[in-house]
Every structure is written in C-alpha cells, then in structure tokens.
C-alpha cells in the first residue's frame, strides 16, 4: 500500500477533524490569497486606467503629480511638442470647479473639465456621442453619469454652467451647453460630479481676457520612439518641465500612495501563513500522537520509516492542497467584499481596484501552501522516524 | 435664522512654506543679525545638515529670483499626519508676514492681502454645518469645510471596517482549526468520558466541566495574544517610524481592544469545546466505551 493510499484512508478515517482542519486551511488560506492580491492590485489597477487613457507621457505643473497646478505657457510648451517627432499627439487638460443647472433647475457642483484634441480614453461614452463627434455645436460636453441622474440629462438636453474659479470672488454669468454624451471618467471618484468640454467652451465660462494655462499636458509618443526617449526629447526642447512617462508616475505612486496598502499586505500575508503552519502542524502533531499506537503498529508489520513519513507528508499535502485549492474562489468572493469597503474610501477613482488577479499572486500562494504543508509535517514526520516500536506498542496497546 | 458667530478667525500665525532651500550658512555675519526667525522640521533638518542658530535663504522659486535671509530659532517634529505618513515632510514654518514679503507679488498689492487658508473656531462647534453654507452665501468664491469628518466620509473609518473585515475572517479560520484540535482532543479522551458516564455523572455536568475548560483555554490564548500584541507593538510602531520617518503611532494596543478580543474569544471556546464533547457524549454510554 502506498504511503498516499495510507495517507487518504487516515483522512477518511477522522473525517470530521479532517474537513474541519480543511475548512480552515481554506478560510486561512483565502485571506493569503488576497493580501497577495492586494499587494499589487492598486497598482496593477492603477496602470491599467493610466494605459486605457491613451497617453504614456504627462507634463505637469509646480506642485508635481500630487498637487494640481497651472502650467506656465501651456499653449507654447504643446506647440513644441507637436513639433517632436517622438510625439504622436498631445492634449491640453485644464480643470475648473463649476455648477451645472440641468431643466429641473436642479443645481449641482462639479469639476469642469476642458481638453483639448481628441482626448478619447480620459472617458468612456456610456450614451450618446464624443466631443469630437457633435460638430457645430459651440459648447458640447461630456457630463459623469452620477451627474447625468442628478440632472435627469440625456443627449440633447441643455445644461447651464458657471464656473467658479477657486479663490477668487466672481458672479459669472452661466453658459448653456449641450449634452453631446453621457461618459464614465476614469479618475473621476465615485461621489465626484464631472463634466468635461472643449478648452474653448471652458474658456467661455471663464470669463479671462485669454486662454488660462493647462493643469495637464498629456502626450502620446510614436511606437517606434517609446514614452522614455519621448519624455528625454520634451526635456531636452524644454528643460526645466515636470514630465513623467506612466512608468515613473507608477514609481511615483508606488513608493509614496500605495505604501500602506503593500505594506499591510505584506504583514497580513507573513501573519497568515505563519498562522497556518502552526495551525496545521498543531493539528498534524495532536493527530499523531493519538496514532502512536497505530503508527508503531504499521512500522511493526513492515512499514518502514520513509513510508510512515511520506504517509504524513502527504496528509498534510491533503488537508493544505485541498484546503488551498477551496481558498482560490473563497479568496475571490472575499476579495469582492473587501474590494467594496475599501472603494468607499473618499476621492478614490470609481474604477480603481485594490484587488487585481495576476498569474504572479497563483503562483506564490502555490508556493506558501507547499512550503507551509512541508514544514507543518516536519515535526510530526520526526517524532514518528524516532519512534520505539516495541515500548511504543507495549505502553499504547497493551497498557 | 440666528446669525453665527466665529469665537477667533485666525489667519494662521505661521505657515508652511512651499519654498527652495538656496543656501545654508553656519557662520552668520553681523549684518544678518537680526534676520527674522524661522523653525525647520526635523527632516528638513537633517536632510540639508541644519541646526539652531544657522543662517538660511529660502526662495520662492528655484533660480532664487526672490530671496530672503533667515535664522532658524528651533527644530521642530512635524505633527504626525495620517494622511501624508509617506510624504517626507520637508518643511520651515515662520511668521505670516515674513512669508508674504517673501512670496507677494509686488506689482500685486492684492496679493499682500492673500492667505492660504484662514482657521475659525465656532462658539459651539455643533453649528459648524450651519456655518459652512451661510460663510459660503455670504463671501463668494470662498470655500468653507469643517475640519471634523462625517464618518462616512472618513478614510479611516473605511479602513476600520476592513481591519474589522479581516479579524472576522481571520477569526472564522481560528474558529475551524479550534473545532478539529477539540474534535481531537474529545476522541482521545473517549475512554475517561465513558468511565465518568458509567459512574453515574451526568451528561450537563461533562458538558459544564468541557465548557469551563474552553473558557479557560480560551481566555488562556487571547490574554497570551494580548501579552504578544503589547510585546510586539513598539517594535512595530518603531519599524513603521523608521521606515517612514516619522513620529506618528500605527499600533496601539487599547484596554477596548483587549476587552474585546476576550470577549469574542470566550464564547468561541465555549462553543467550540461544547460542539465537539457533544458528538461523543450524545451516544450512547456503550458506544462510548466501545461494547
């Protein structure tokens, strides 16, 4: 008989303490598998709305990523960029608080986006047209669902829009706009209401005497040239600019935004597993103990050393395989329920997640769960290559 | 509706400055002697090699174009903020009007008149949520919030309820290994469990004597837990202080905390030993002592 044969009729033999030992490799193992989830889920989510904007390059302000603020002589630094021949193309993004009226009369503050060029992948049209696609129309916009219920809007409805720049004392007259399309904004956050134009209508509602300057440059490099020689080259035109290709903007927020996240993670993973290693070798080392008899039995009969160990190798293979194996869709259905309290976090992107599946997360909770099996059947698999067969049968069987 | 009154509209003493560190200078020259004083965090501080008495330009932009001369008075720890615990908190506080000669435009004079923010502290701090619309009808273009945070609106509080989220999972997989190790130990005092039942002692006594046990181990673990959480939270707090570099707590370990964990794991070794004394006692007395 084989040592995993022995191993399978053990386990069948105490088959509640099995199912219950299983019951909680799998609990235990859920929980590792979404910190291990979690570990690089903001920043794979992360990447993944940087790549679907469809821009690699991002020209920003004094304050850096984190702060958002005015790029002197916008206009003349996406000029010289359209002039680049690393550049495919380059849209303005400018960013004013607003109140938009819908018919109902229902008013509502929002963040006034205006762009420049086609700026498709910054929203995803949920109904109606893009801004491109409503020619003629003097002042068309994009308006975020959530903001679309407020206002009962639908293409073709009118809004009204005042801008209130921030710090600065105004009673702006309203422009009326129409509804070209309803979008999701893919930065835009969950209770945030946003509504997105042409630089030329944003201008209108500003009021200024010229075009203000550009919160965002975003740029597209070729294929051939690559973000990283496209950011050199805006560089070497403008020295003295904060450019960042989505590469370093990932850098950026992965050493500073999302350290926490990576960092409970990283104890909540080690906590698990360490968790379960004591747990299953608790449990392994208990069961052998109310074996010895048993086990001194089976070695009497012929059953060497290796076979007796091997039978408890592959028990505590059994109940961490199985248990790991049922922890894959727990770990999914919990990672859902996590994922949902951690988005009612304030400001975050509706479409940010803090848990993404990647090969990589599979292949190491495989590797936790066999390093956790081995080493929780070390101990007993020792005490049973020590065992006395003769003393051990007289004092279990005979006493 | 009754007018709000604000207790003390402070426009903030000091601020923080979002300035360049041009240069730094240990020996001050006479006449610099009476250059206006600034406080430098401690950050700052170490990064740029500054101490107490130094003089140092700070510029409101990076070619230096506007410039002025100061004596740092003091180090100071920035106030631990959970919020931007991974920022490096390069950073020099002085008087208001030291910040606005530096950084006014002069072809502005508006802008001699501009501040960042202003602080107000309420008579009764209830009415701040009245106060925010009125301030906000009365001075256009002026954006009013409450420092205090509704709960839902509290990063914090989400993170709350997933470390809540987390002990409860973590809690039902400690529950099931409970379960099989008193499954175990049950089975192996079977024999002892069928001598007591032939003697004539009672199932409810077995199972108050199974429940006591559970209690005792029960408050056994968590009080050990609690001993290690208490062993263990400086040297967290210290790993995270280092690696951030800062003096905010990220581990603390409350008596409610400790109450609770008690309280929760009382119950479960109660149950649990319950559970599994009740496959073997619910047999019948021969069974149990195999005849």
Do not use: K
């Not at chain 1, 709305?49 to 850096?64: F, S």
């Not at chain 1, 740029?219 to 051939?224: F, L």
């Not at chain 1, 600019?241 to 989505?246: D, E, F, K, T």
């Not at chain 1, 090969?359 to 698999?381: C, F, N, Q």
């Amino acid at each position: 008989m084989s040592a995993l044969h022995l191993a399978w009729r053990t386990v069948r033999r105490y088959r509640a303490q099995t199912l219950l030992a299983i019951a909680g490799v799998a609990v235990i193992g859920a929980l590792l598998f979404d910190m291990l989830l979690l570990s690089r889920g903001l920043l794979l989510s992360f990447a993944d709305l940087l790549e679907r904007a469809g821009y690699d390059v991002r020209i920003v302000g004094g304050g850096g990523m984190t702060l958002r603020m005015p790029i002197p002589g916008s206009a003349g630094i996406a000029d010289t960029l359209r002039g680049l021949p690393e550049i495919e193309t380059v849209a303005l993004v400018r960013i004013l608080p607003a109140r938009v009226a819908g018919r109902n009369g229902t008013s509502v503050s929002a963040a006034l986006i205006g762009v420049s060029g086609a700026a498709s992948g910054v929203w995803t049209i949920v109904r109606g047209v893009d801004l491109d696609r409503a020619s003629g129309e003097p002042c068309p916009v994009i308006v975020g669902r959530t903001l679309a219920d407020a206002l009962h809007a639908a293409p073709g409805d009118d809004v009204r829009i005042t801008a209130e720049p921030a710090g600065v004392r105004s009673a702006l007259p309203p422009i009326v706009c129409r509804v070209a399309g309803v979008g999701q904004f893919a930065f835009g956050g969950a209770g945030d209401e946003t509504v997105a134009t042409t630089l030329e209508a944003l201008h209108r509602a500003s009021g200024e005497d010229r075009a203000g300057d550009a919160d965002l440059i975003l740029a597209r490099s070729r294929a051939d040239a690559g973000a990283a020689a496209a950011v050199a080259a805006i560089q070497r035109a403008r020295p003295g600019l904060a450019v960042y290709s989505n590469d370093e903007v990932l850098e950026q927020f992965n050493r500073n935004g999302f350290a926490y996240f990576r960092q409970i993670s990283l104890v909540l993973s080690s906590l698990t597993m360490v968790f379960a290693f004591l747990l299953v070798a608790t449990l392994l080392t208990v069961s052998v103990n109310q074996r010895l008899g048993e086990i001194a039995a089976l070695r009497a009969i012929g059953i060497g050393r290796r076979r007796v160990a091997a039978m408890l190798l592959w028990e505590s293979a059994l109940l961490v395989g199985v248990g790991g194996l049922l922890a894959l869709p727990l770990g999914e259905l919990l990672a859902l329920g996590l994922d949902r309290i951690l988005r009612q976090m304030p400001g975050l992107p509706e479409q940010l997640h803090f848990f993404v599946f990647e090969p990589r997360a599979l292949a190491v909770h495989v590797a936790v769960l066999v390093v956790t099996a081995v080493a929780a059947a070390a101990y007993p698999m020792w005490v049973t290559s020590r065992l006395p067969i003769a003393a051990t049968l007289r004092r279990e069987v005979v006493g | 509706m009754r007018p709000m009154r604000a207790a003390a509209g402070v426009p903030a003493a000091v601020l923080v400055l979002c300035a360049t560190l041009l240069a730094a200078d240990a020996q001050a020259p006479d006449h610099d002697a009476g250059a206006p004083a600034i406080l430098v965090s401690r950050q700052l501080a170490a990064r740029a090699h500054l101490a107490a008495g130094d003089l140092v330009t700070l510029g409101s932009d990076p070619q230096g174009s506007r410039r002025a001369t100061f004596r740092i008075a003091g180090i100071y720890e920035p106030t631990p903020d959970p919020m931007r615990f991974t920022a490096t908190r390069l950073e020099a506080r002085m008087h208001l009007p030291d910040l606005v000669d530096l950084v006014a435009d002069p072809a502005d004079p508006a802008s001699r008149e501009a501040v960042t923010s202003i602080s107000v502290r309420l008579t009764s701090p209830a009415d701040a949520a009245s106060f925010v619309p009125q301030l906000a009808a009365r001075t256009p273009g002026v954006a009013a919030r409450p420092t205090s945070r509704a709960r839902d609106d509290d990063p914090f509080a989400v993170l709350d309820r997933f470390h809540v989220a987390i002990s409860a999972v973590t809690m039902a997989g400690g529950t099931a290994f409970l379960l099989a190790l008193m499954v175990i130990r049950a089975e192996e005092r079977r024999e002892t469990v069928g001598i007591l039942r032939l003697l004539g002692i009672s199932r409810r006594t077995l199972l108050l004597t199974v429940a006591i046990e559970g209690v005792a181990i029960a408050a056994l673990g968590a009080v050990f837990g609690i001993l290690l959480a208490f062993a263990t939270e400086g040297l967290v707090n210290r790993i995270f202080q280092a690696r951030y570099d800062t003096a905010l707590v990220f581990v603390r370990v409350t008596a409610s905390i400790a109450a609770r964990s008690v309280l929760i794991a009382a119950p479960l070794g109660i149950a649990a030993g319950i559970a599994a004394s009740w496959t073997l006692l619910r047999r019948d007395v021969l069974s149990i002592v195999r005849r």
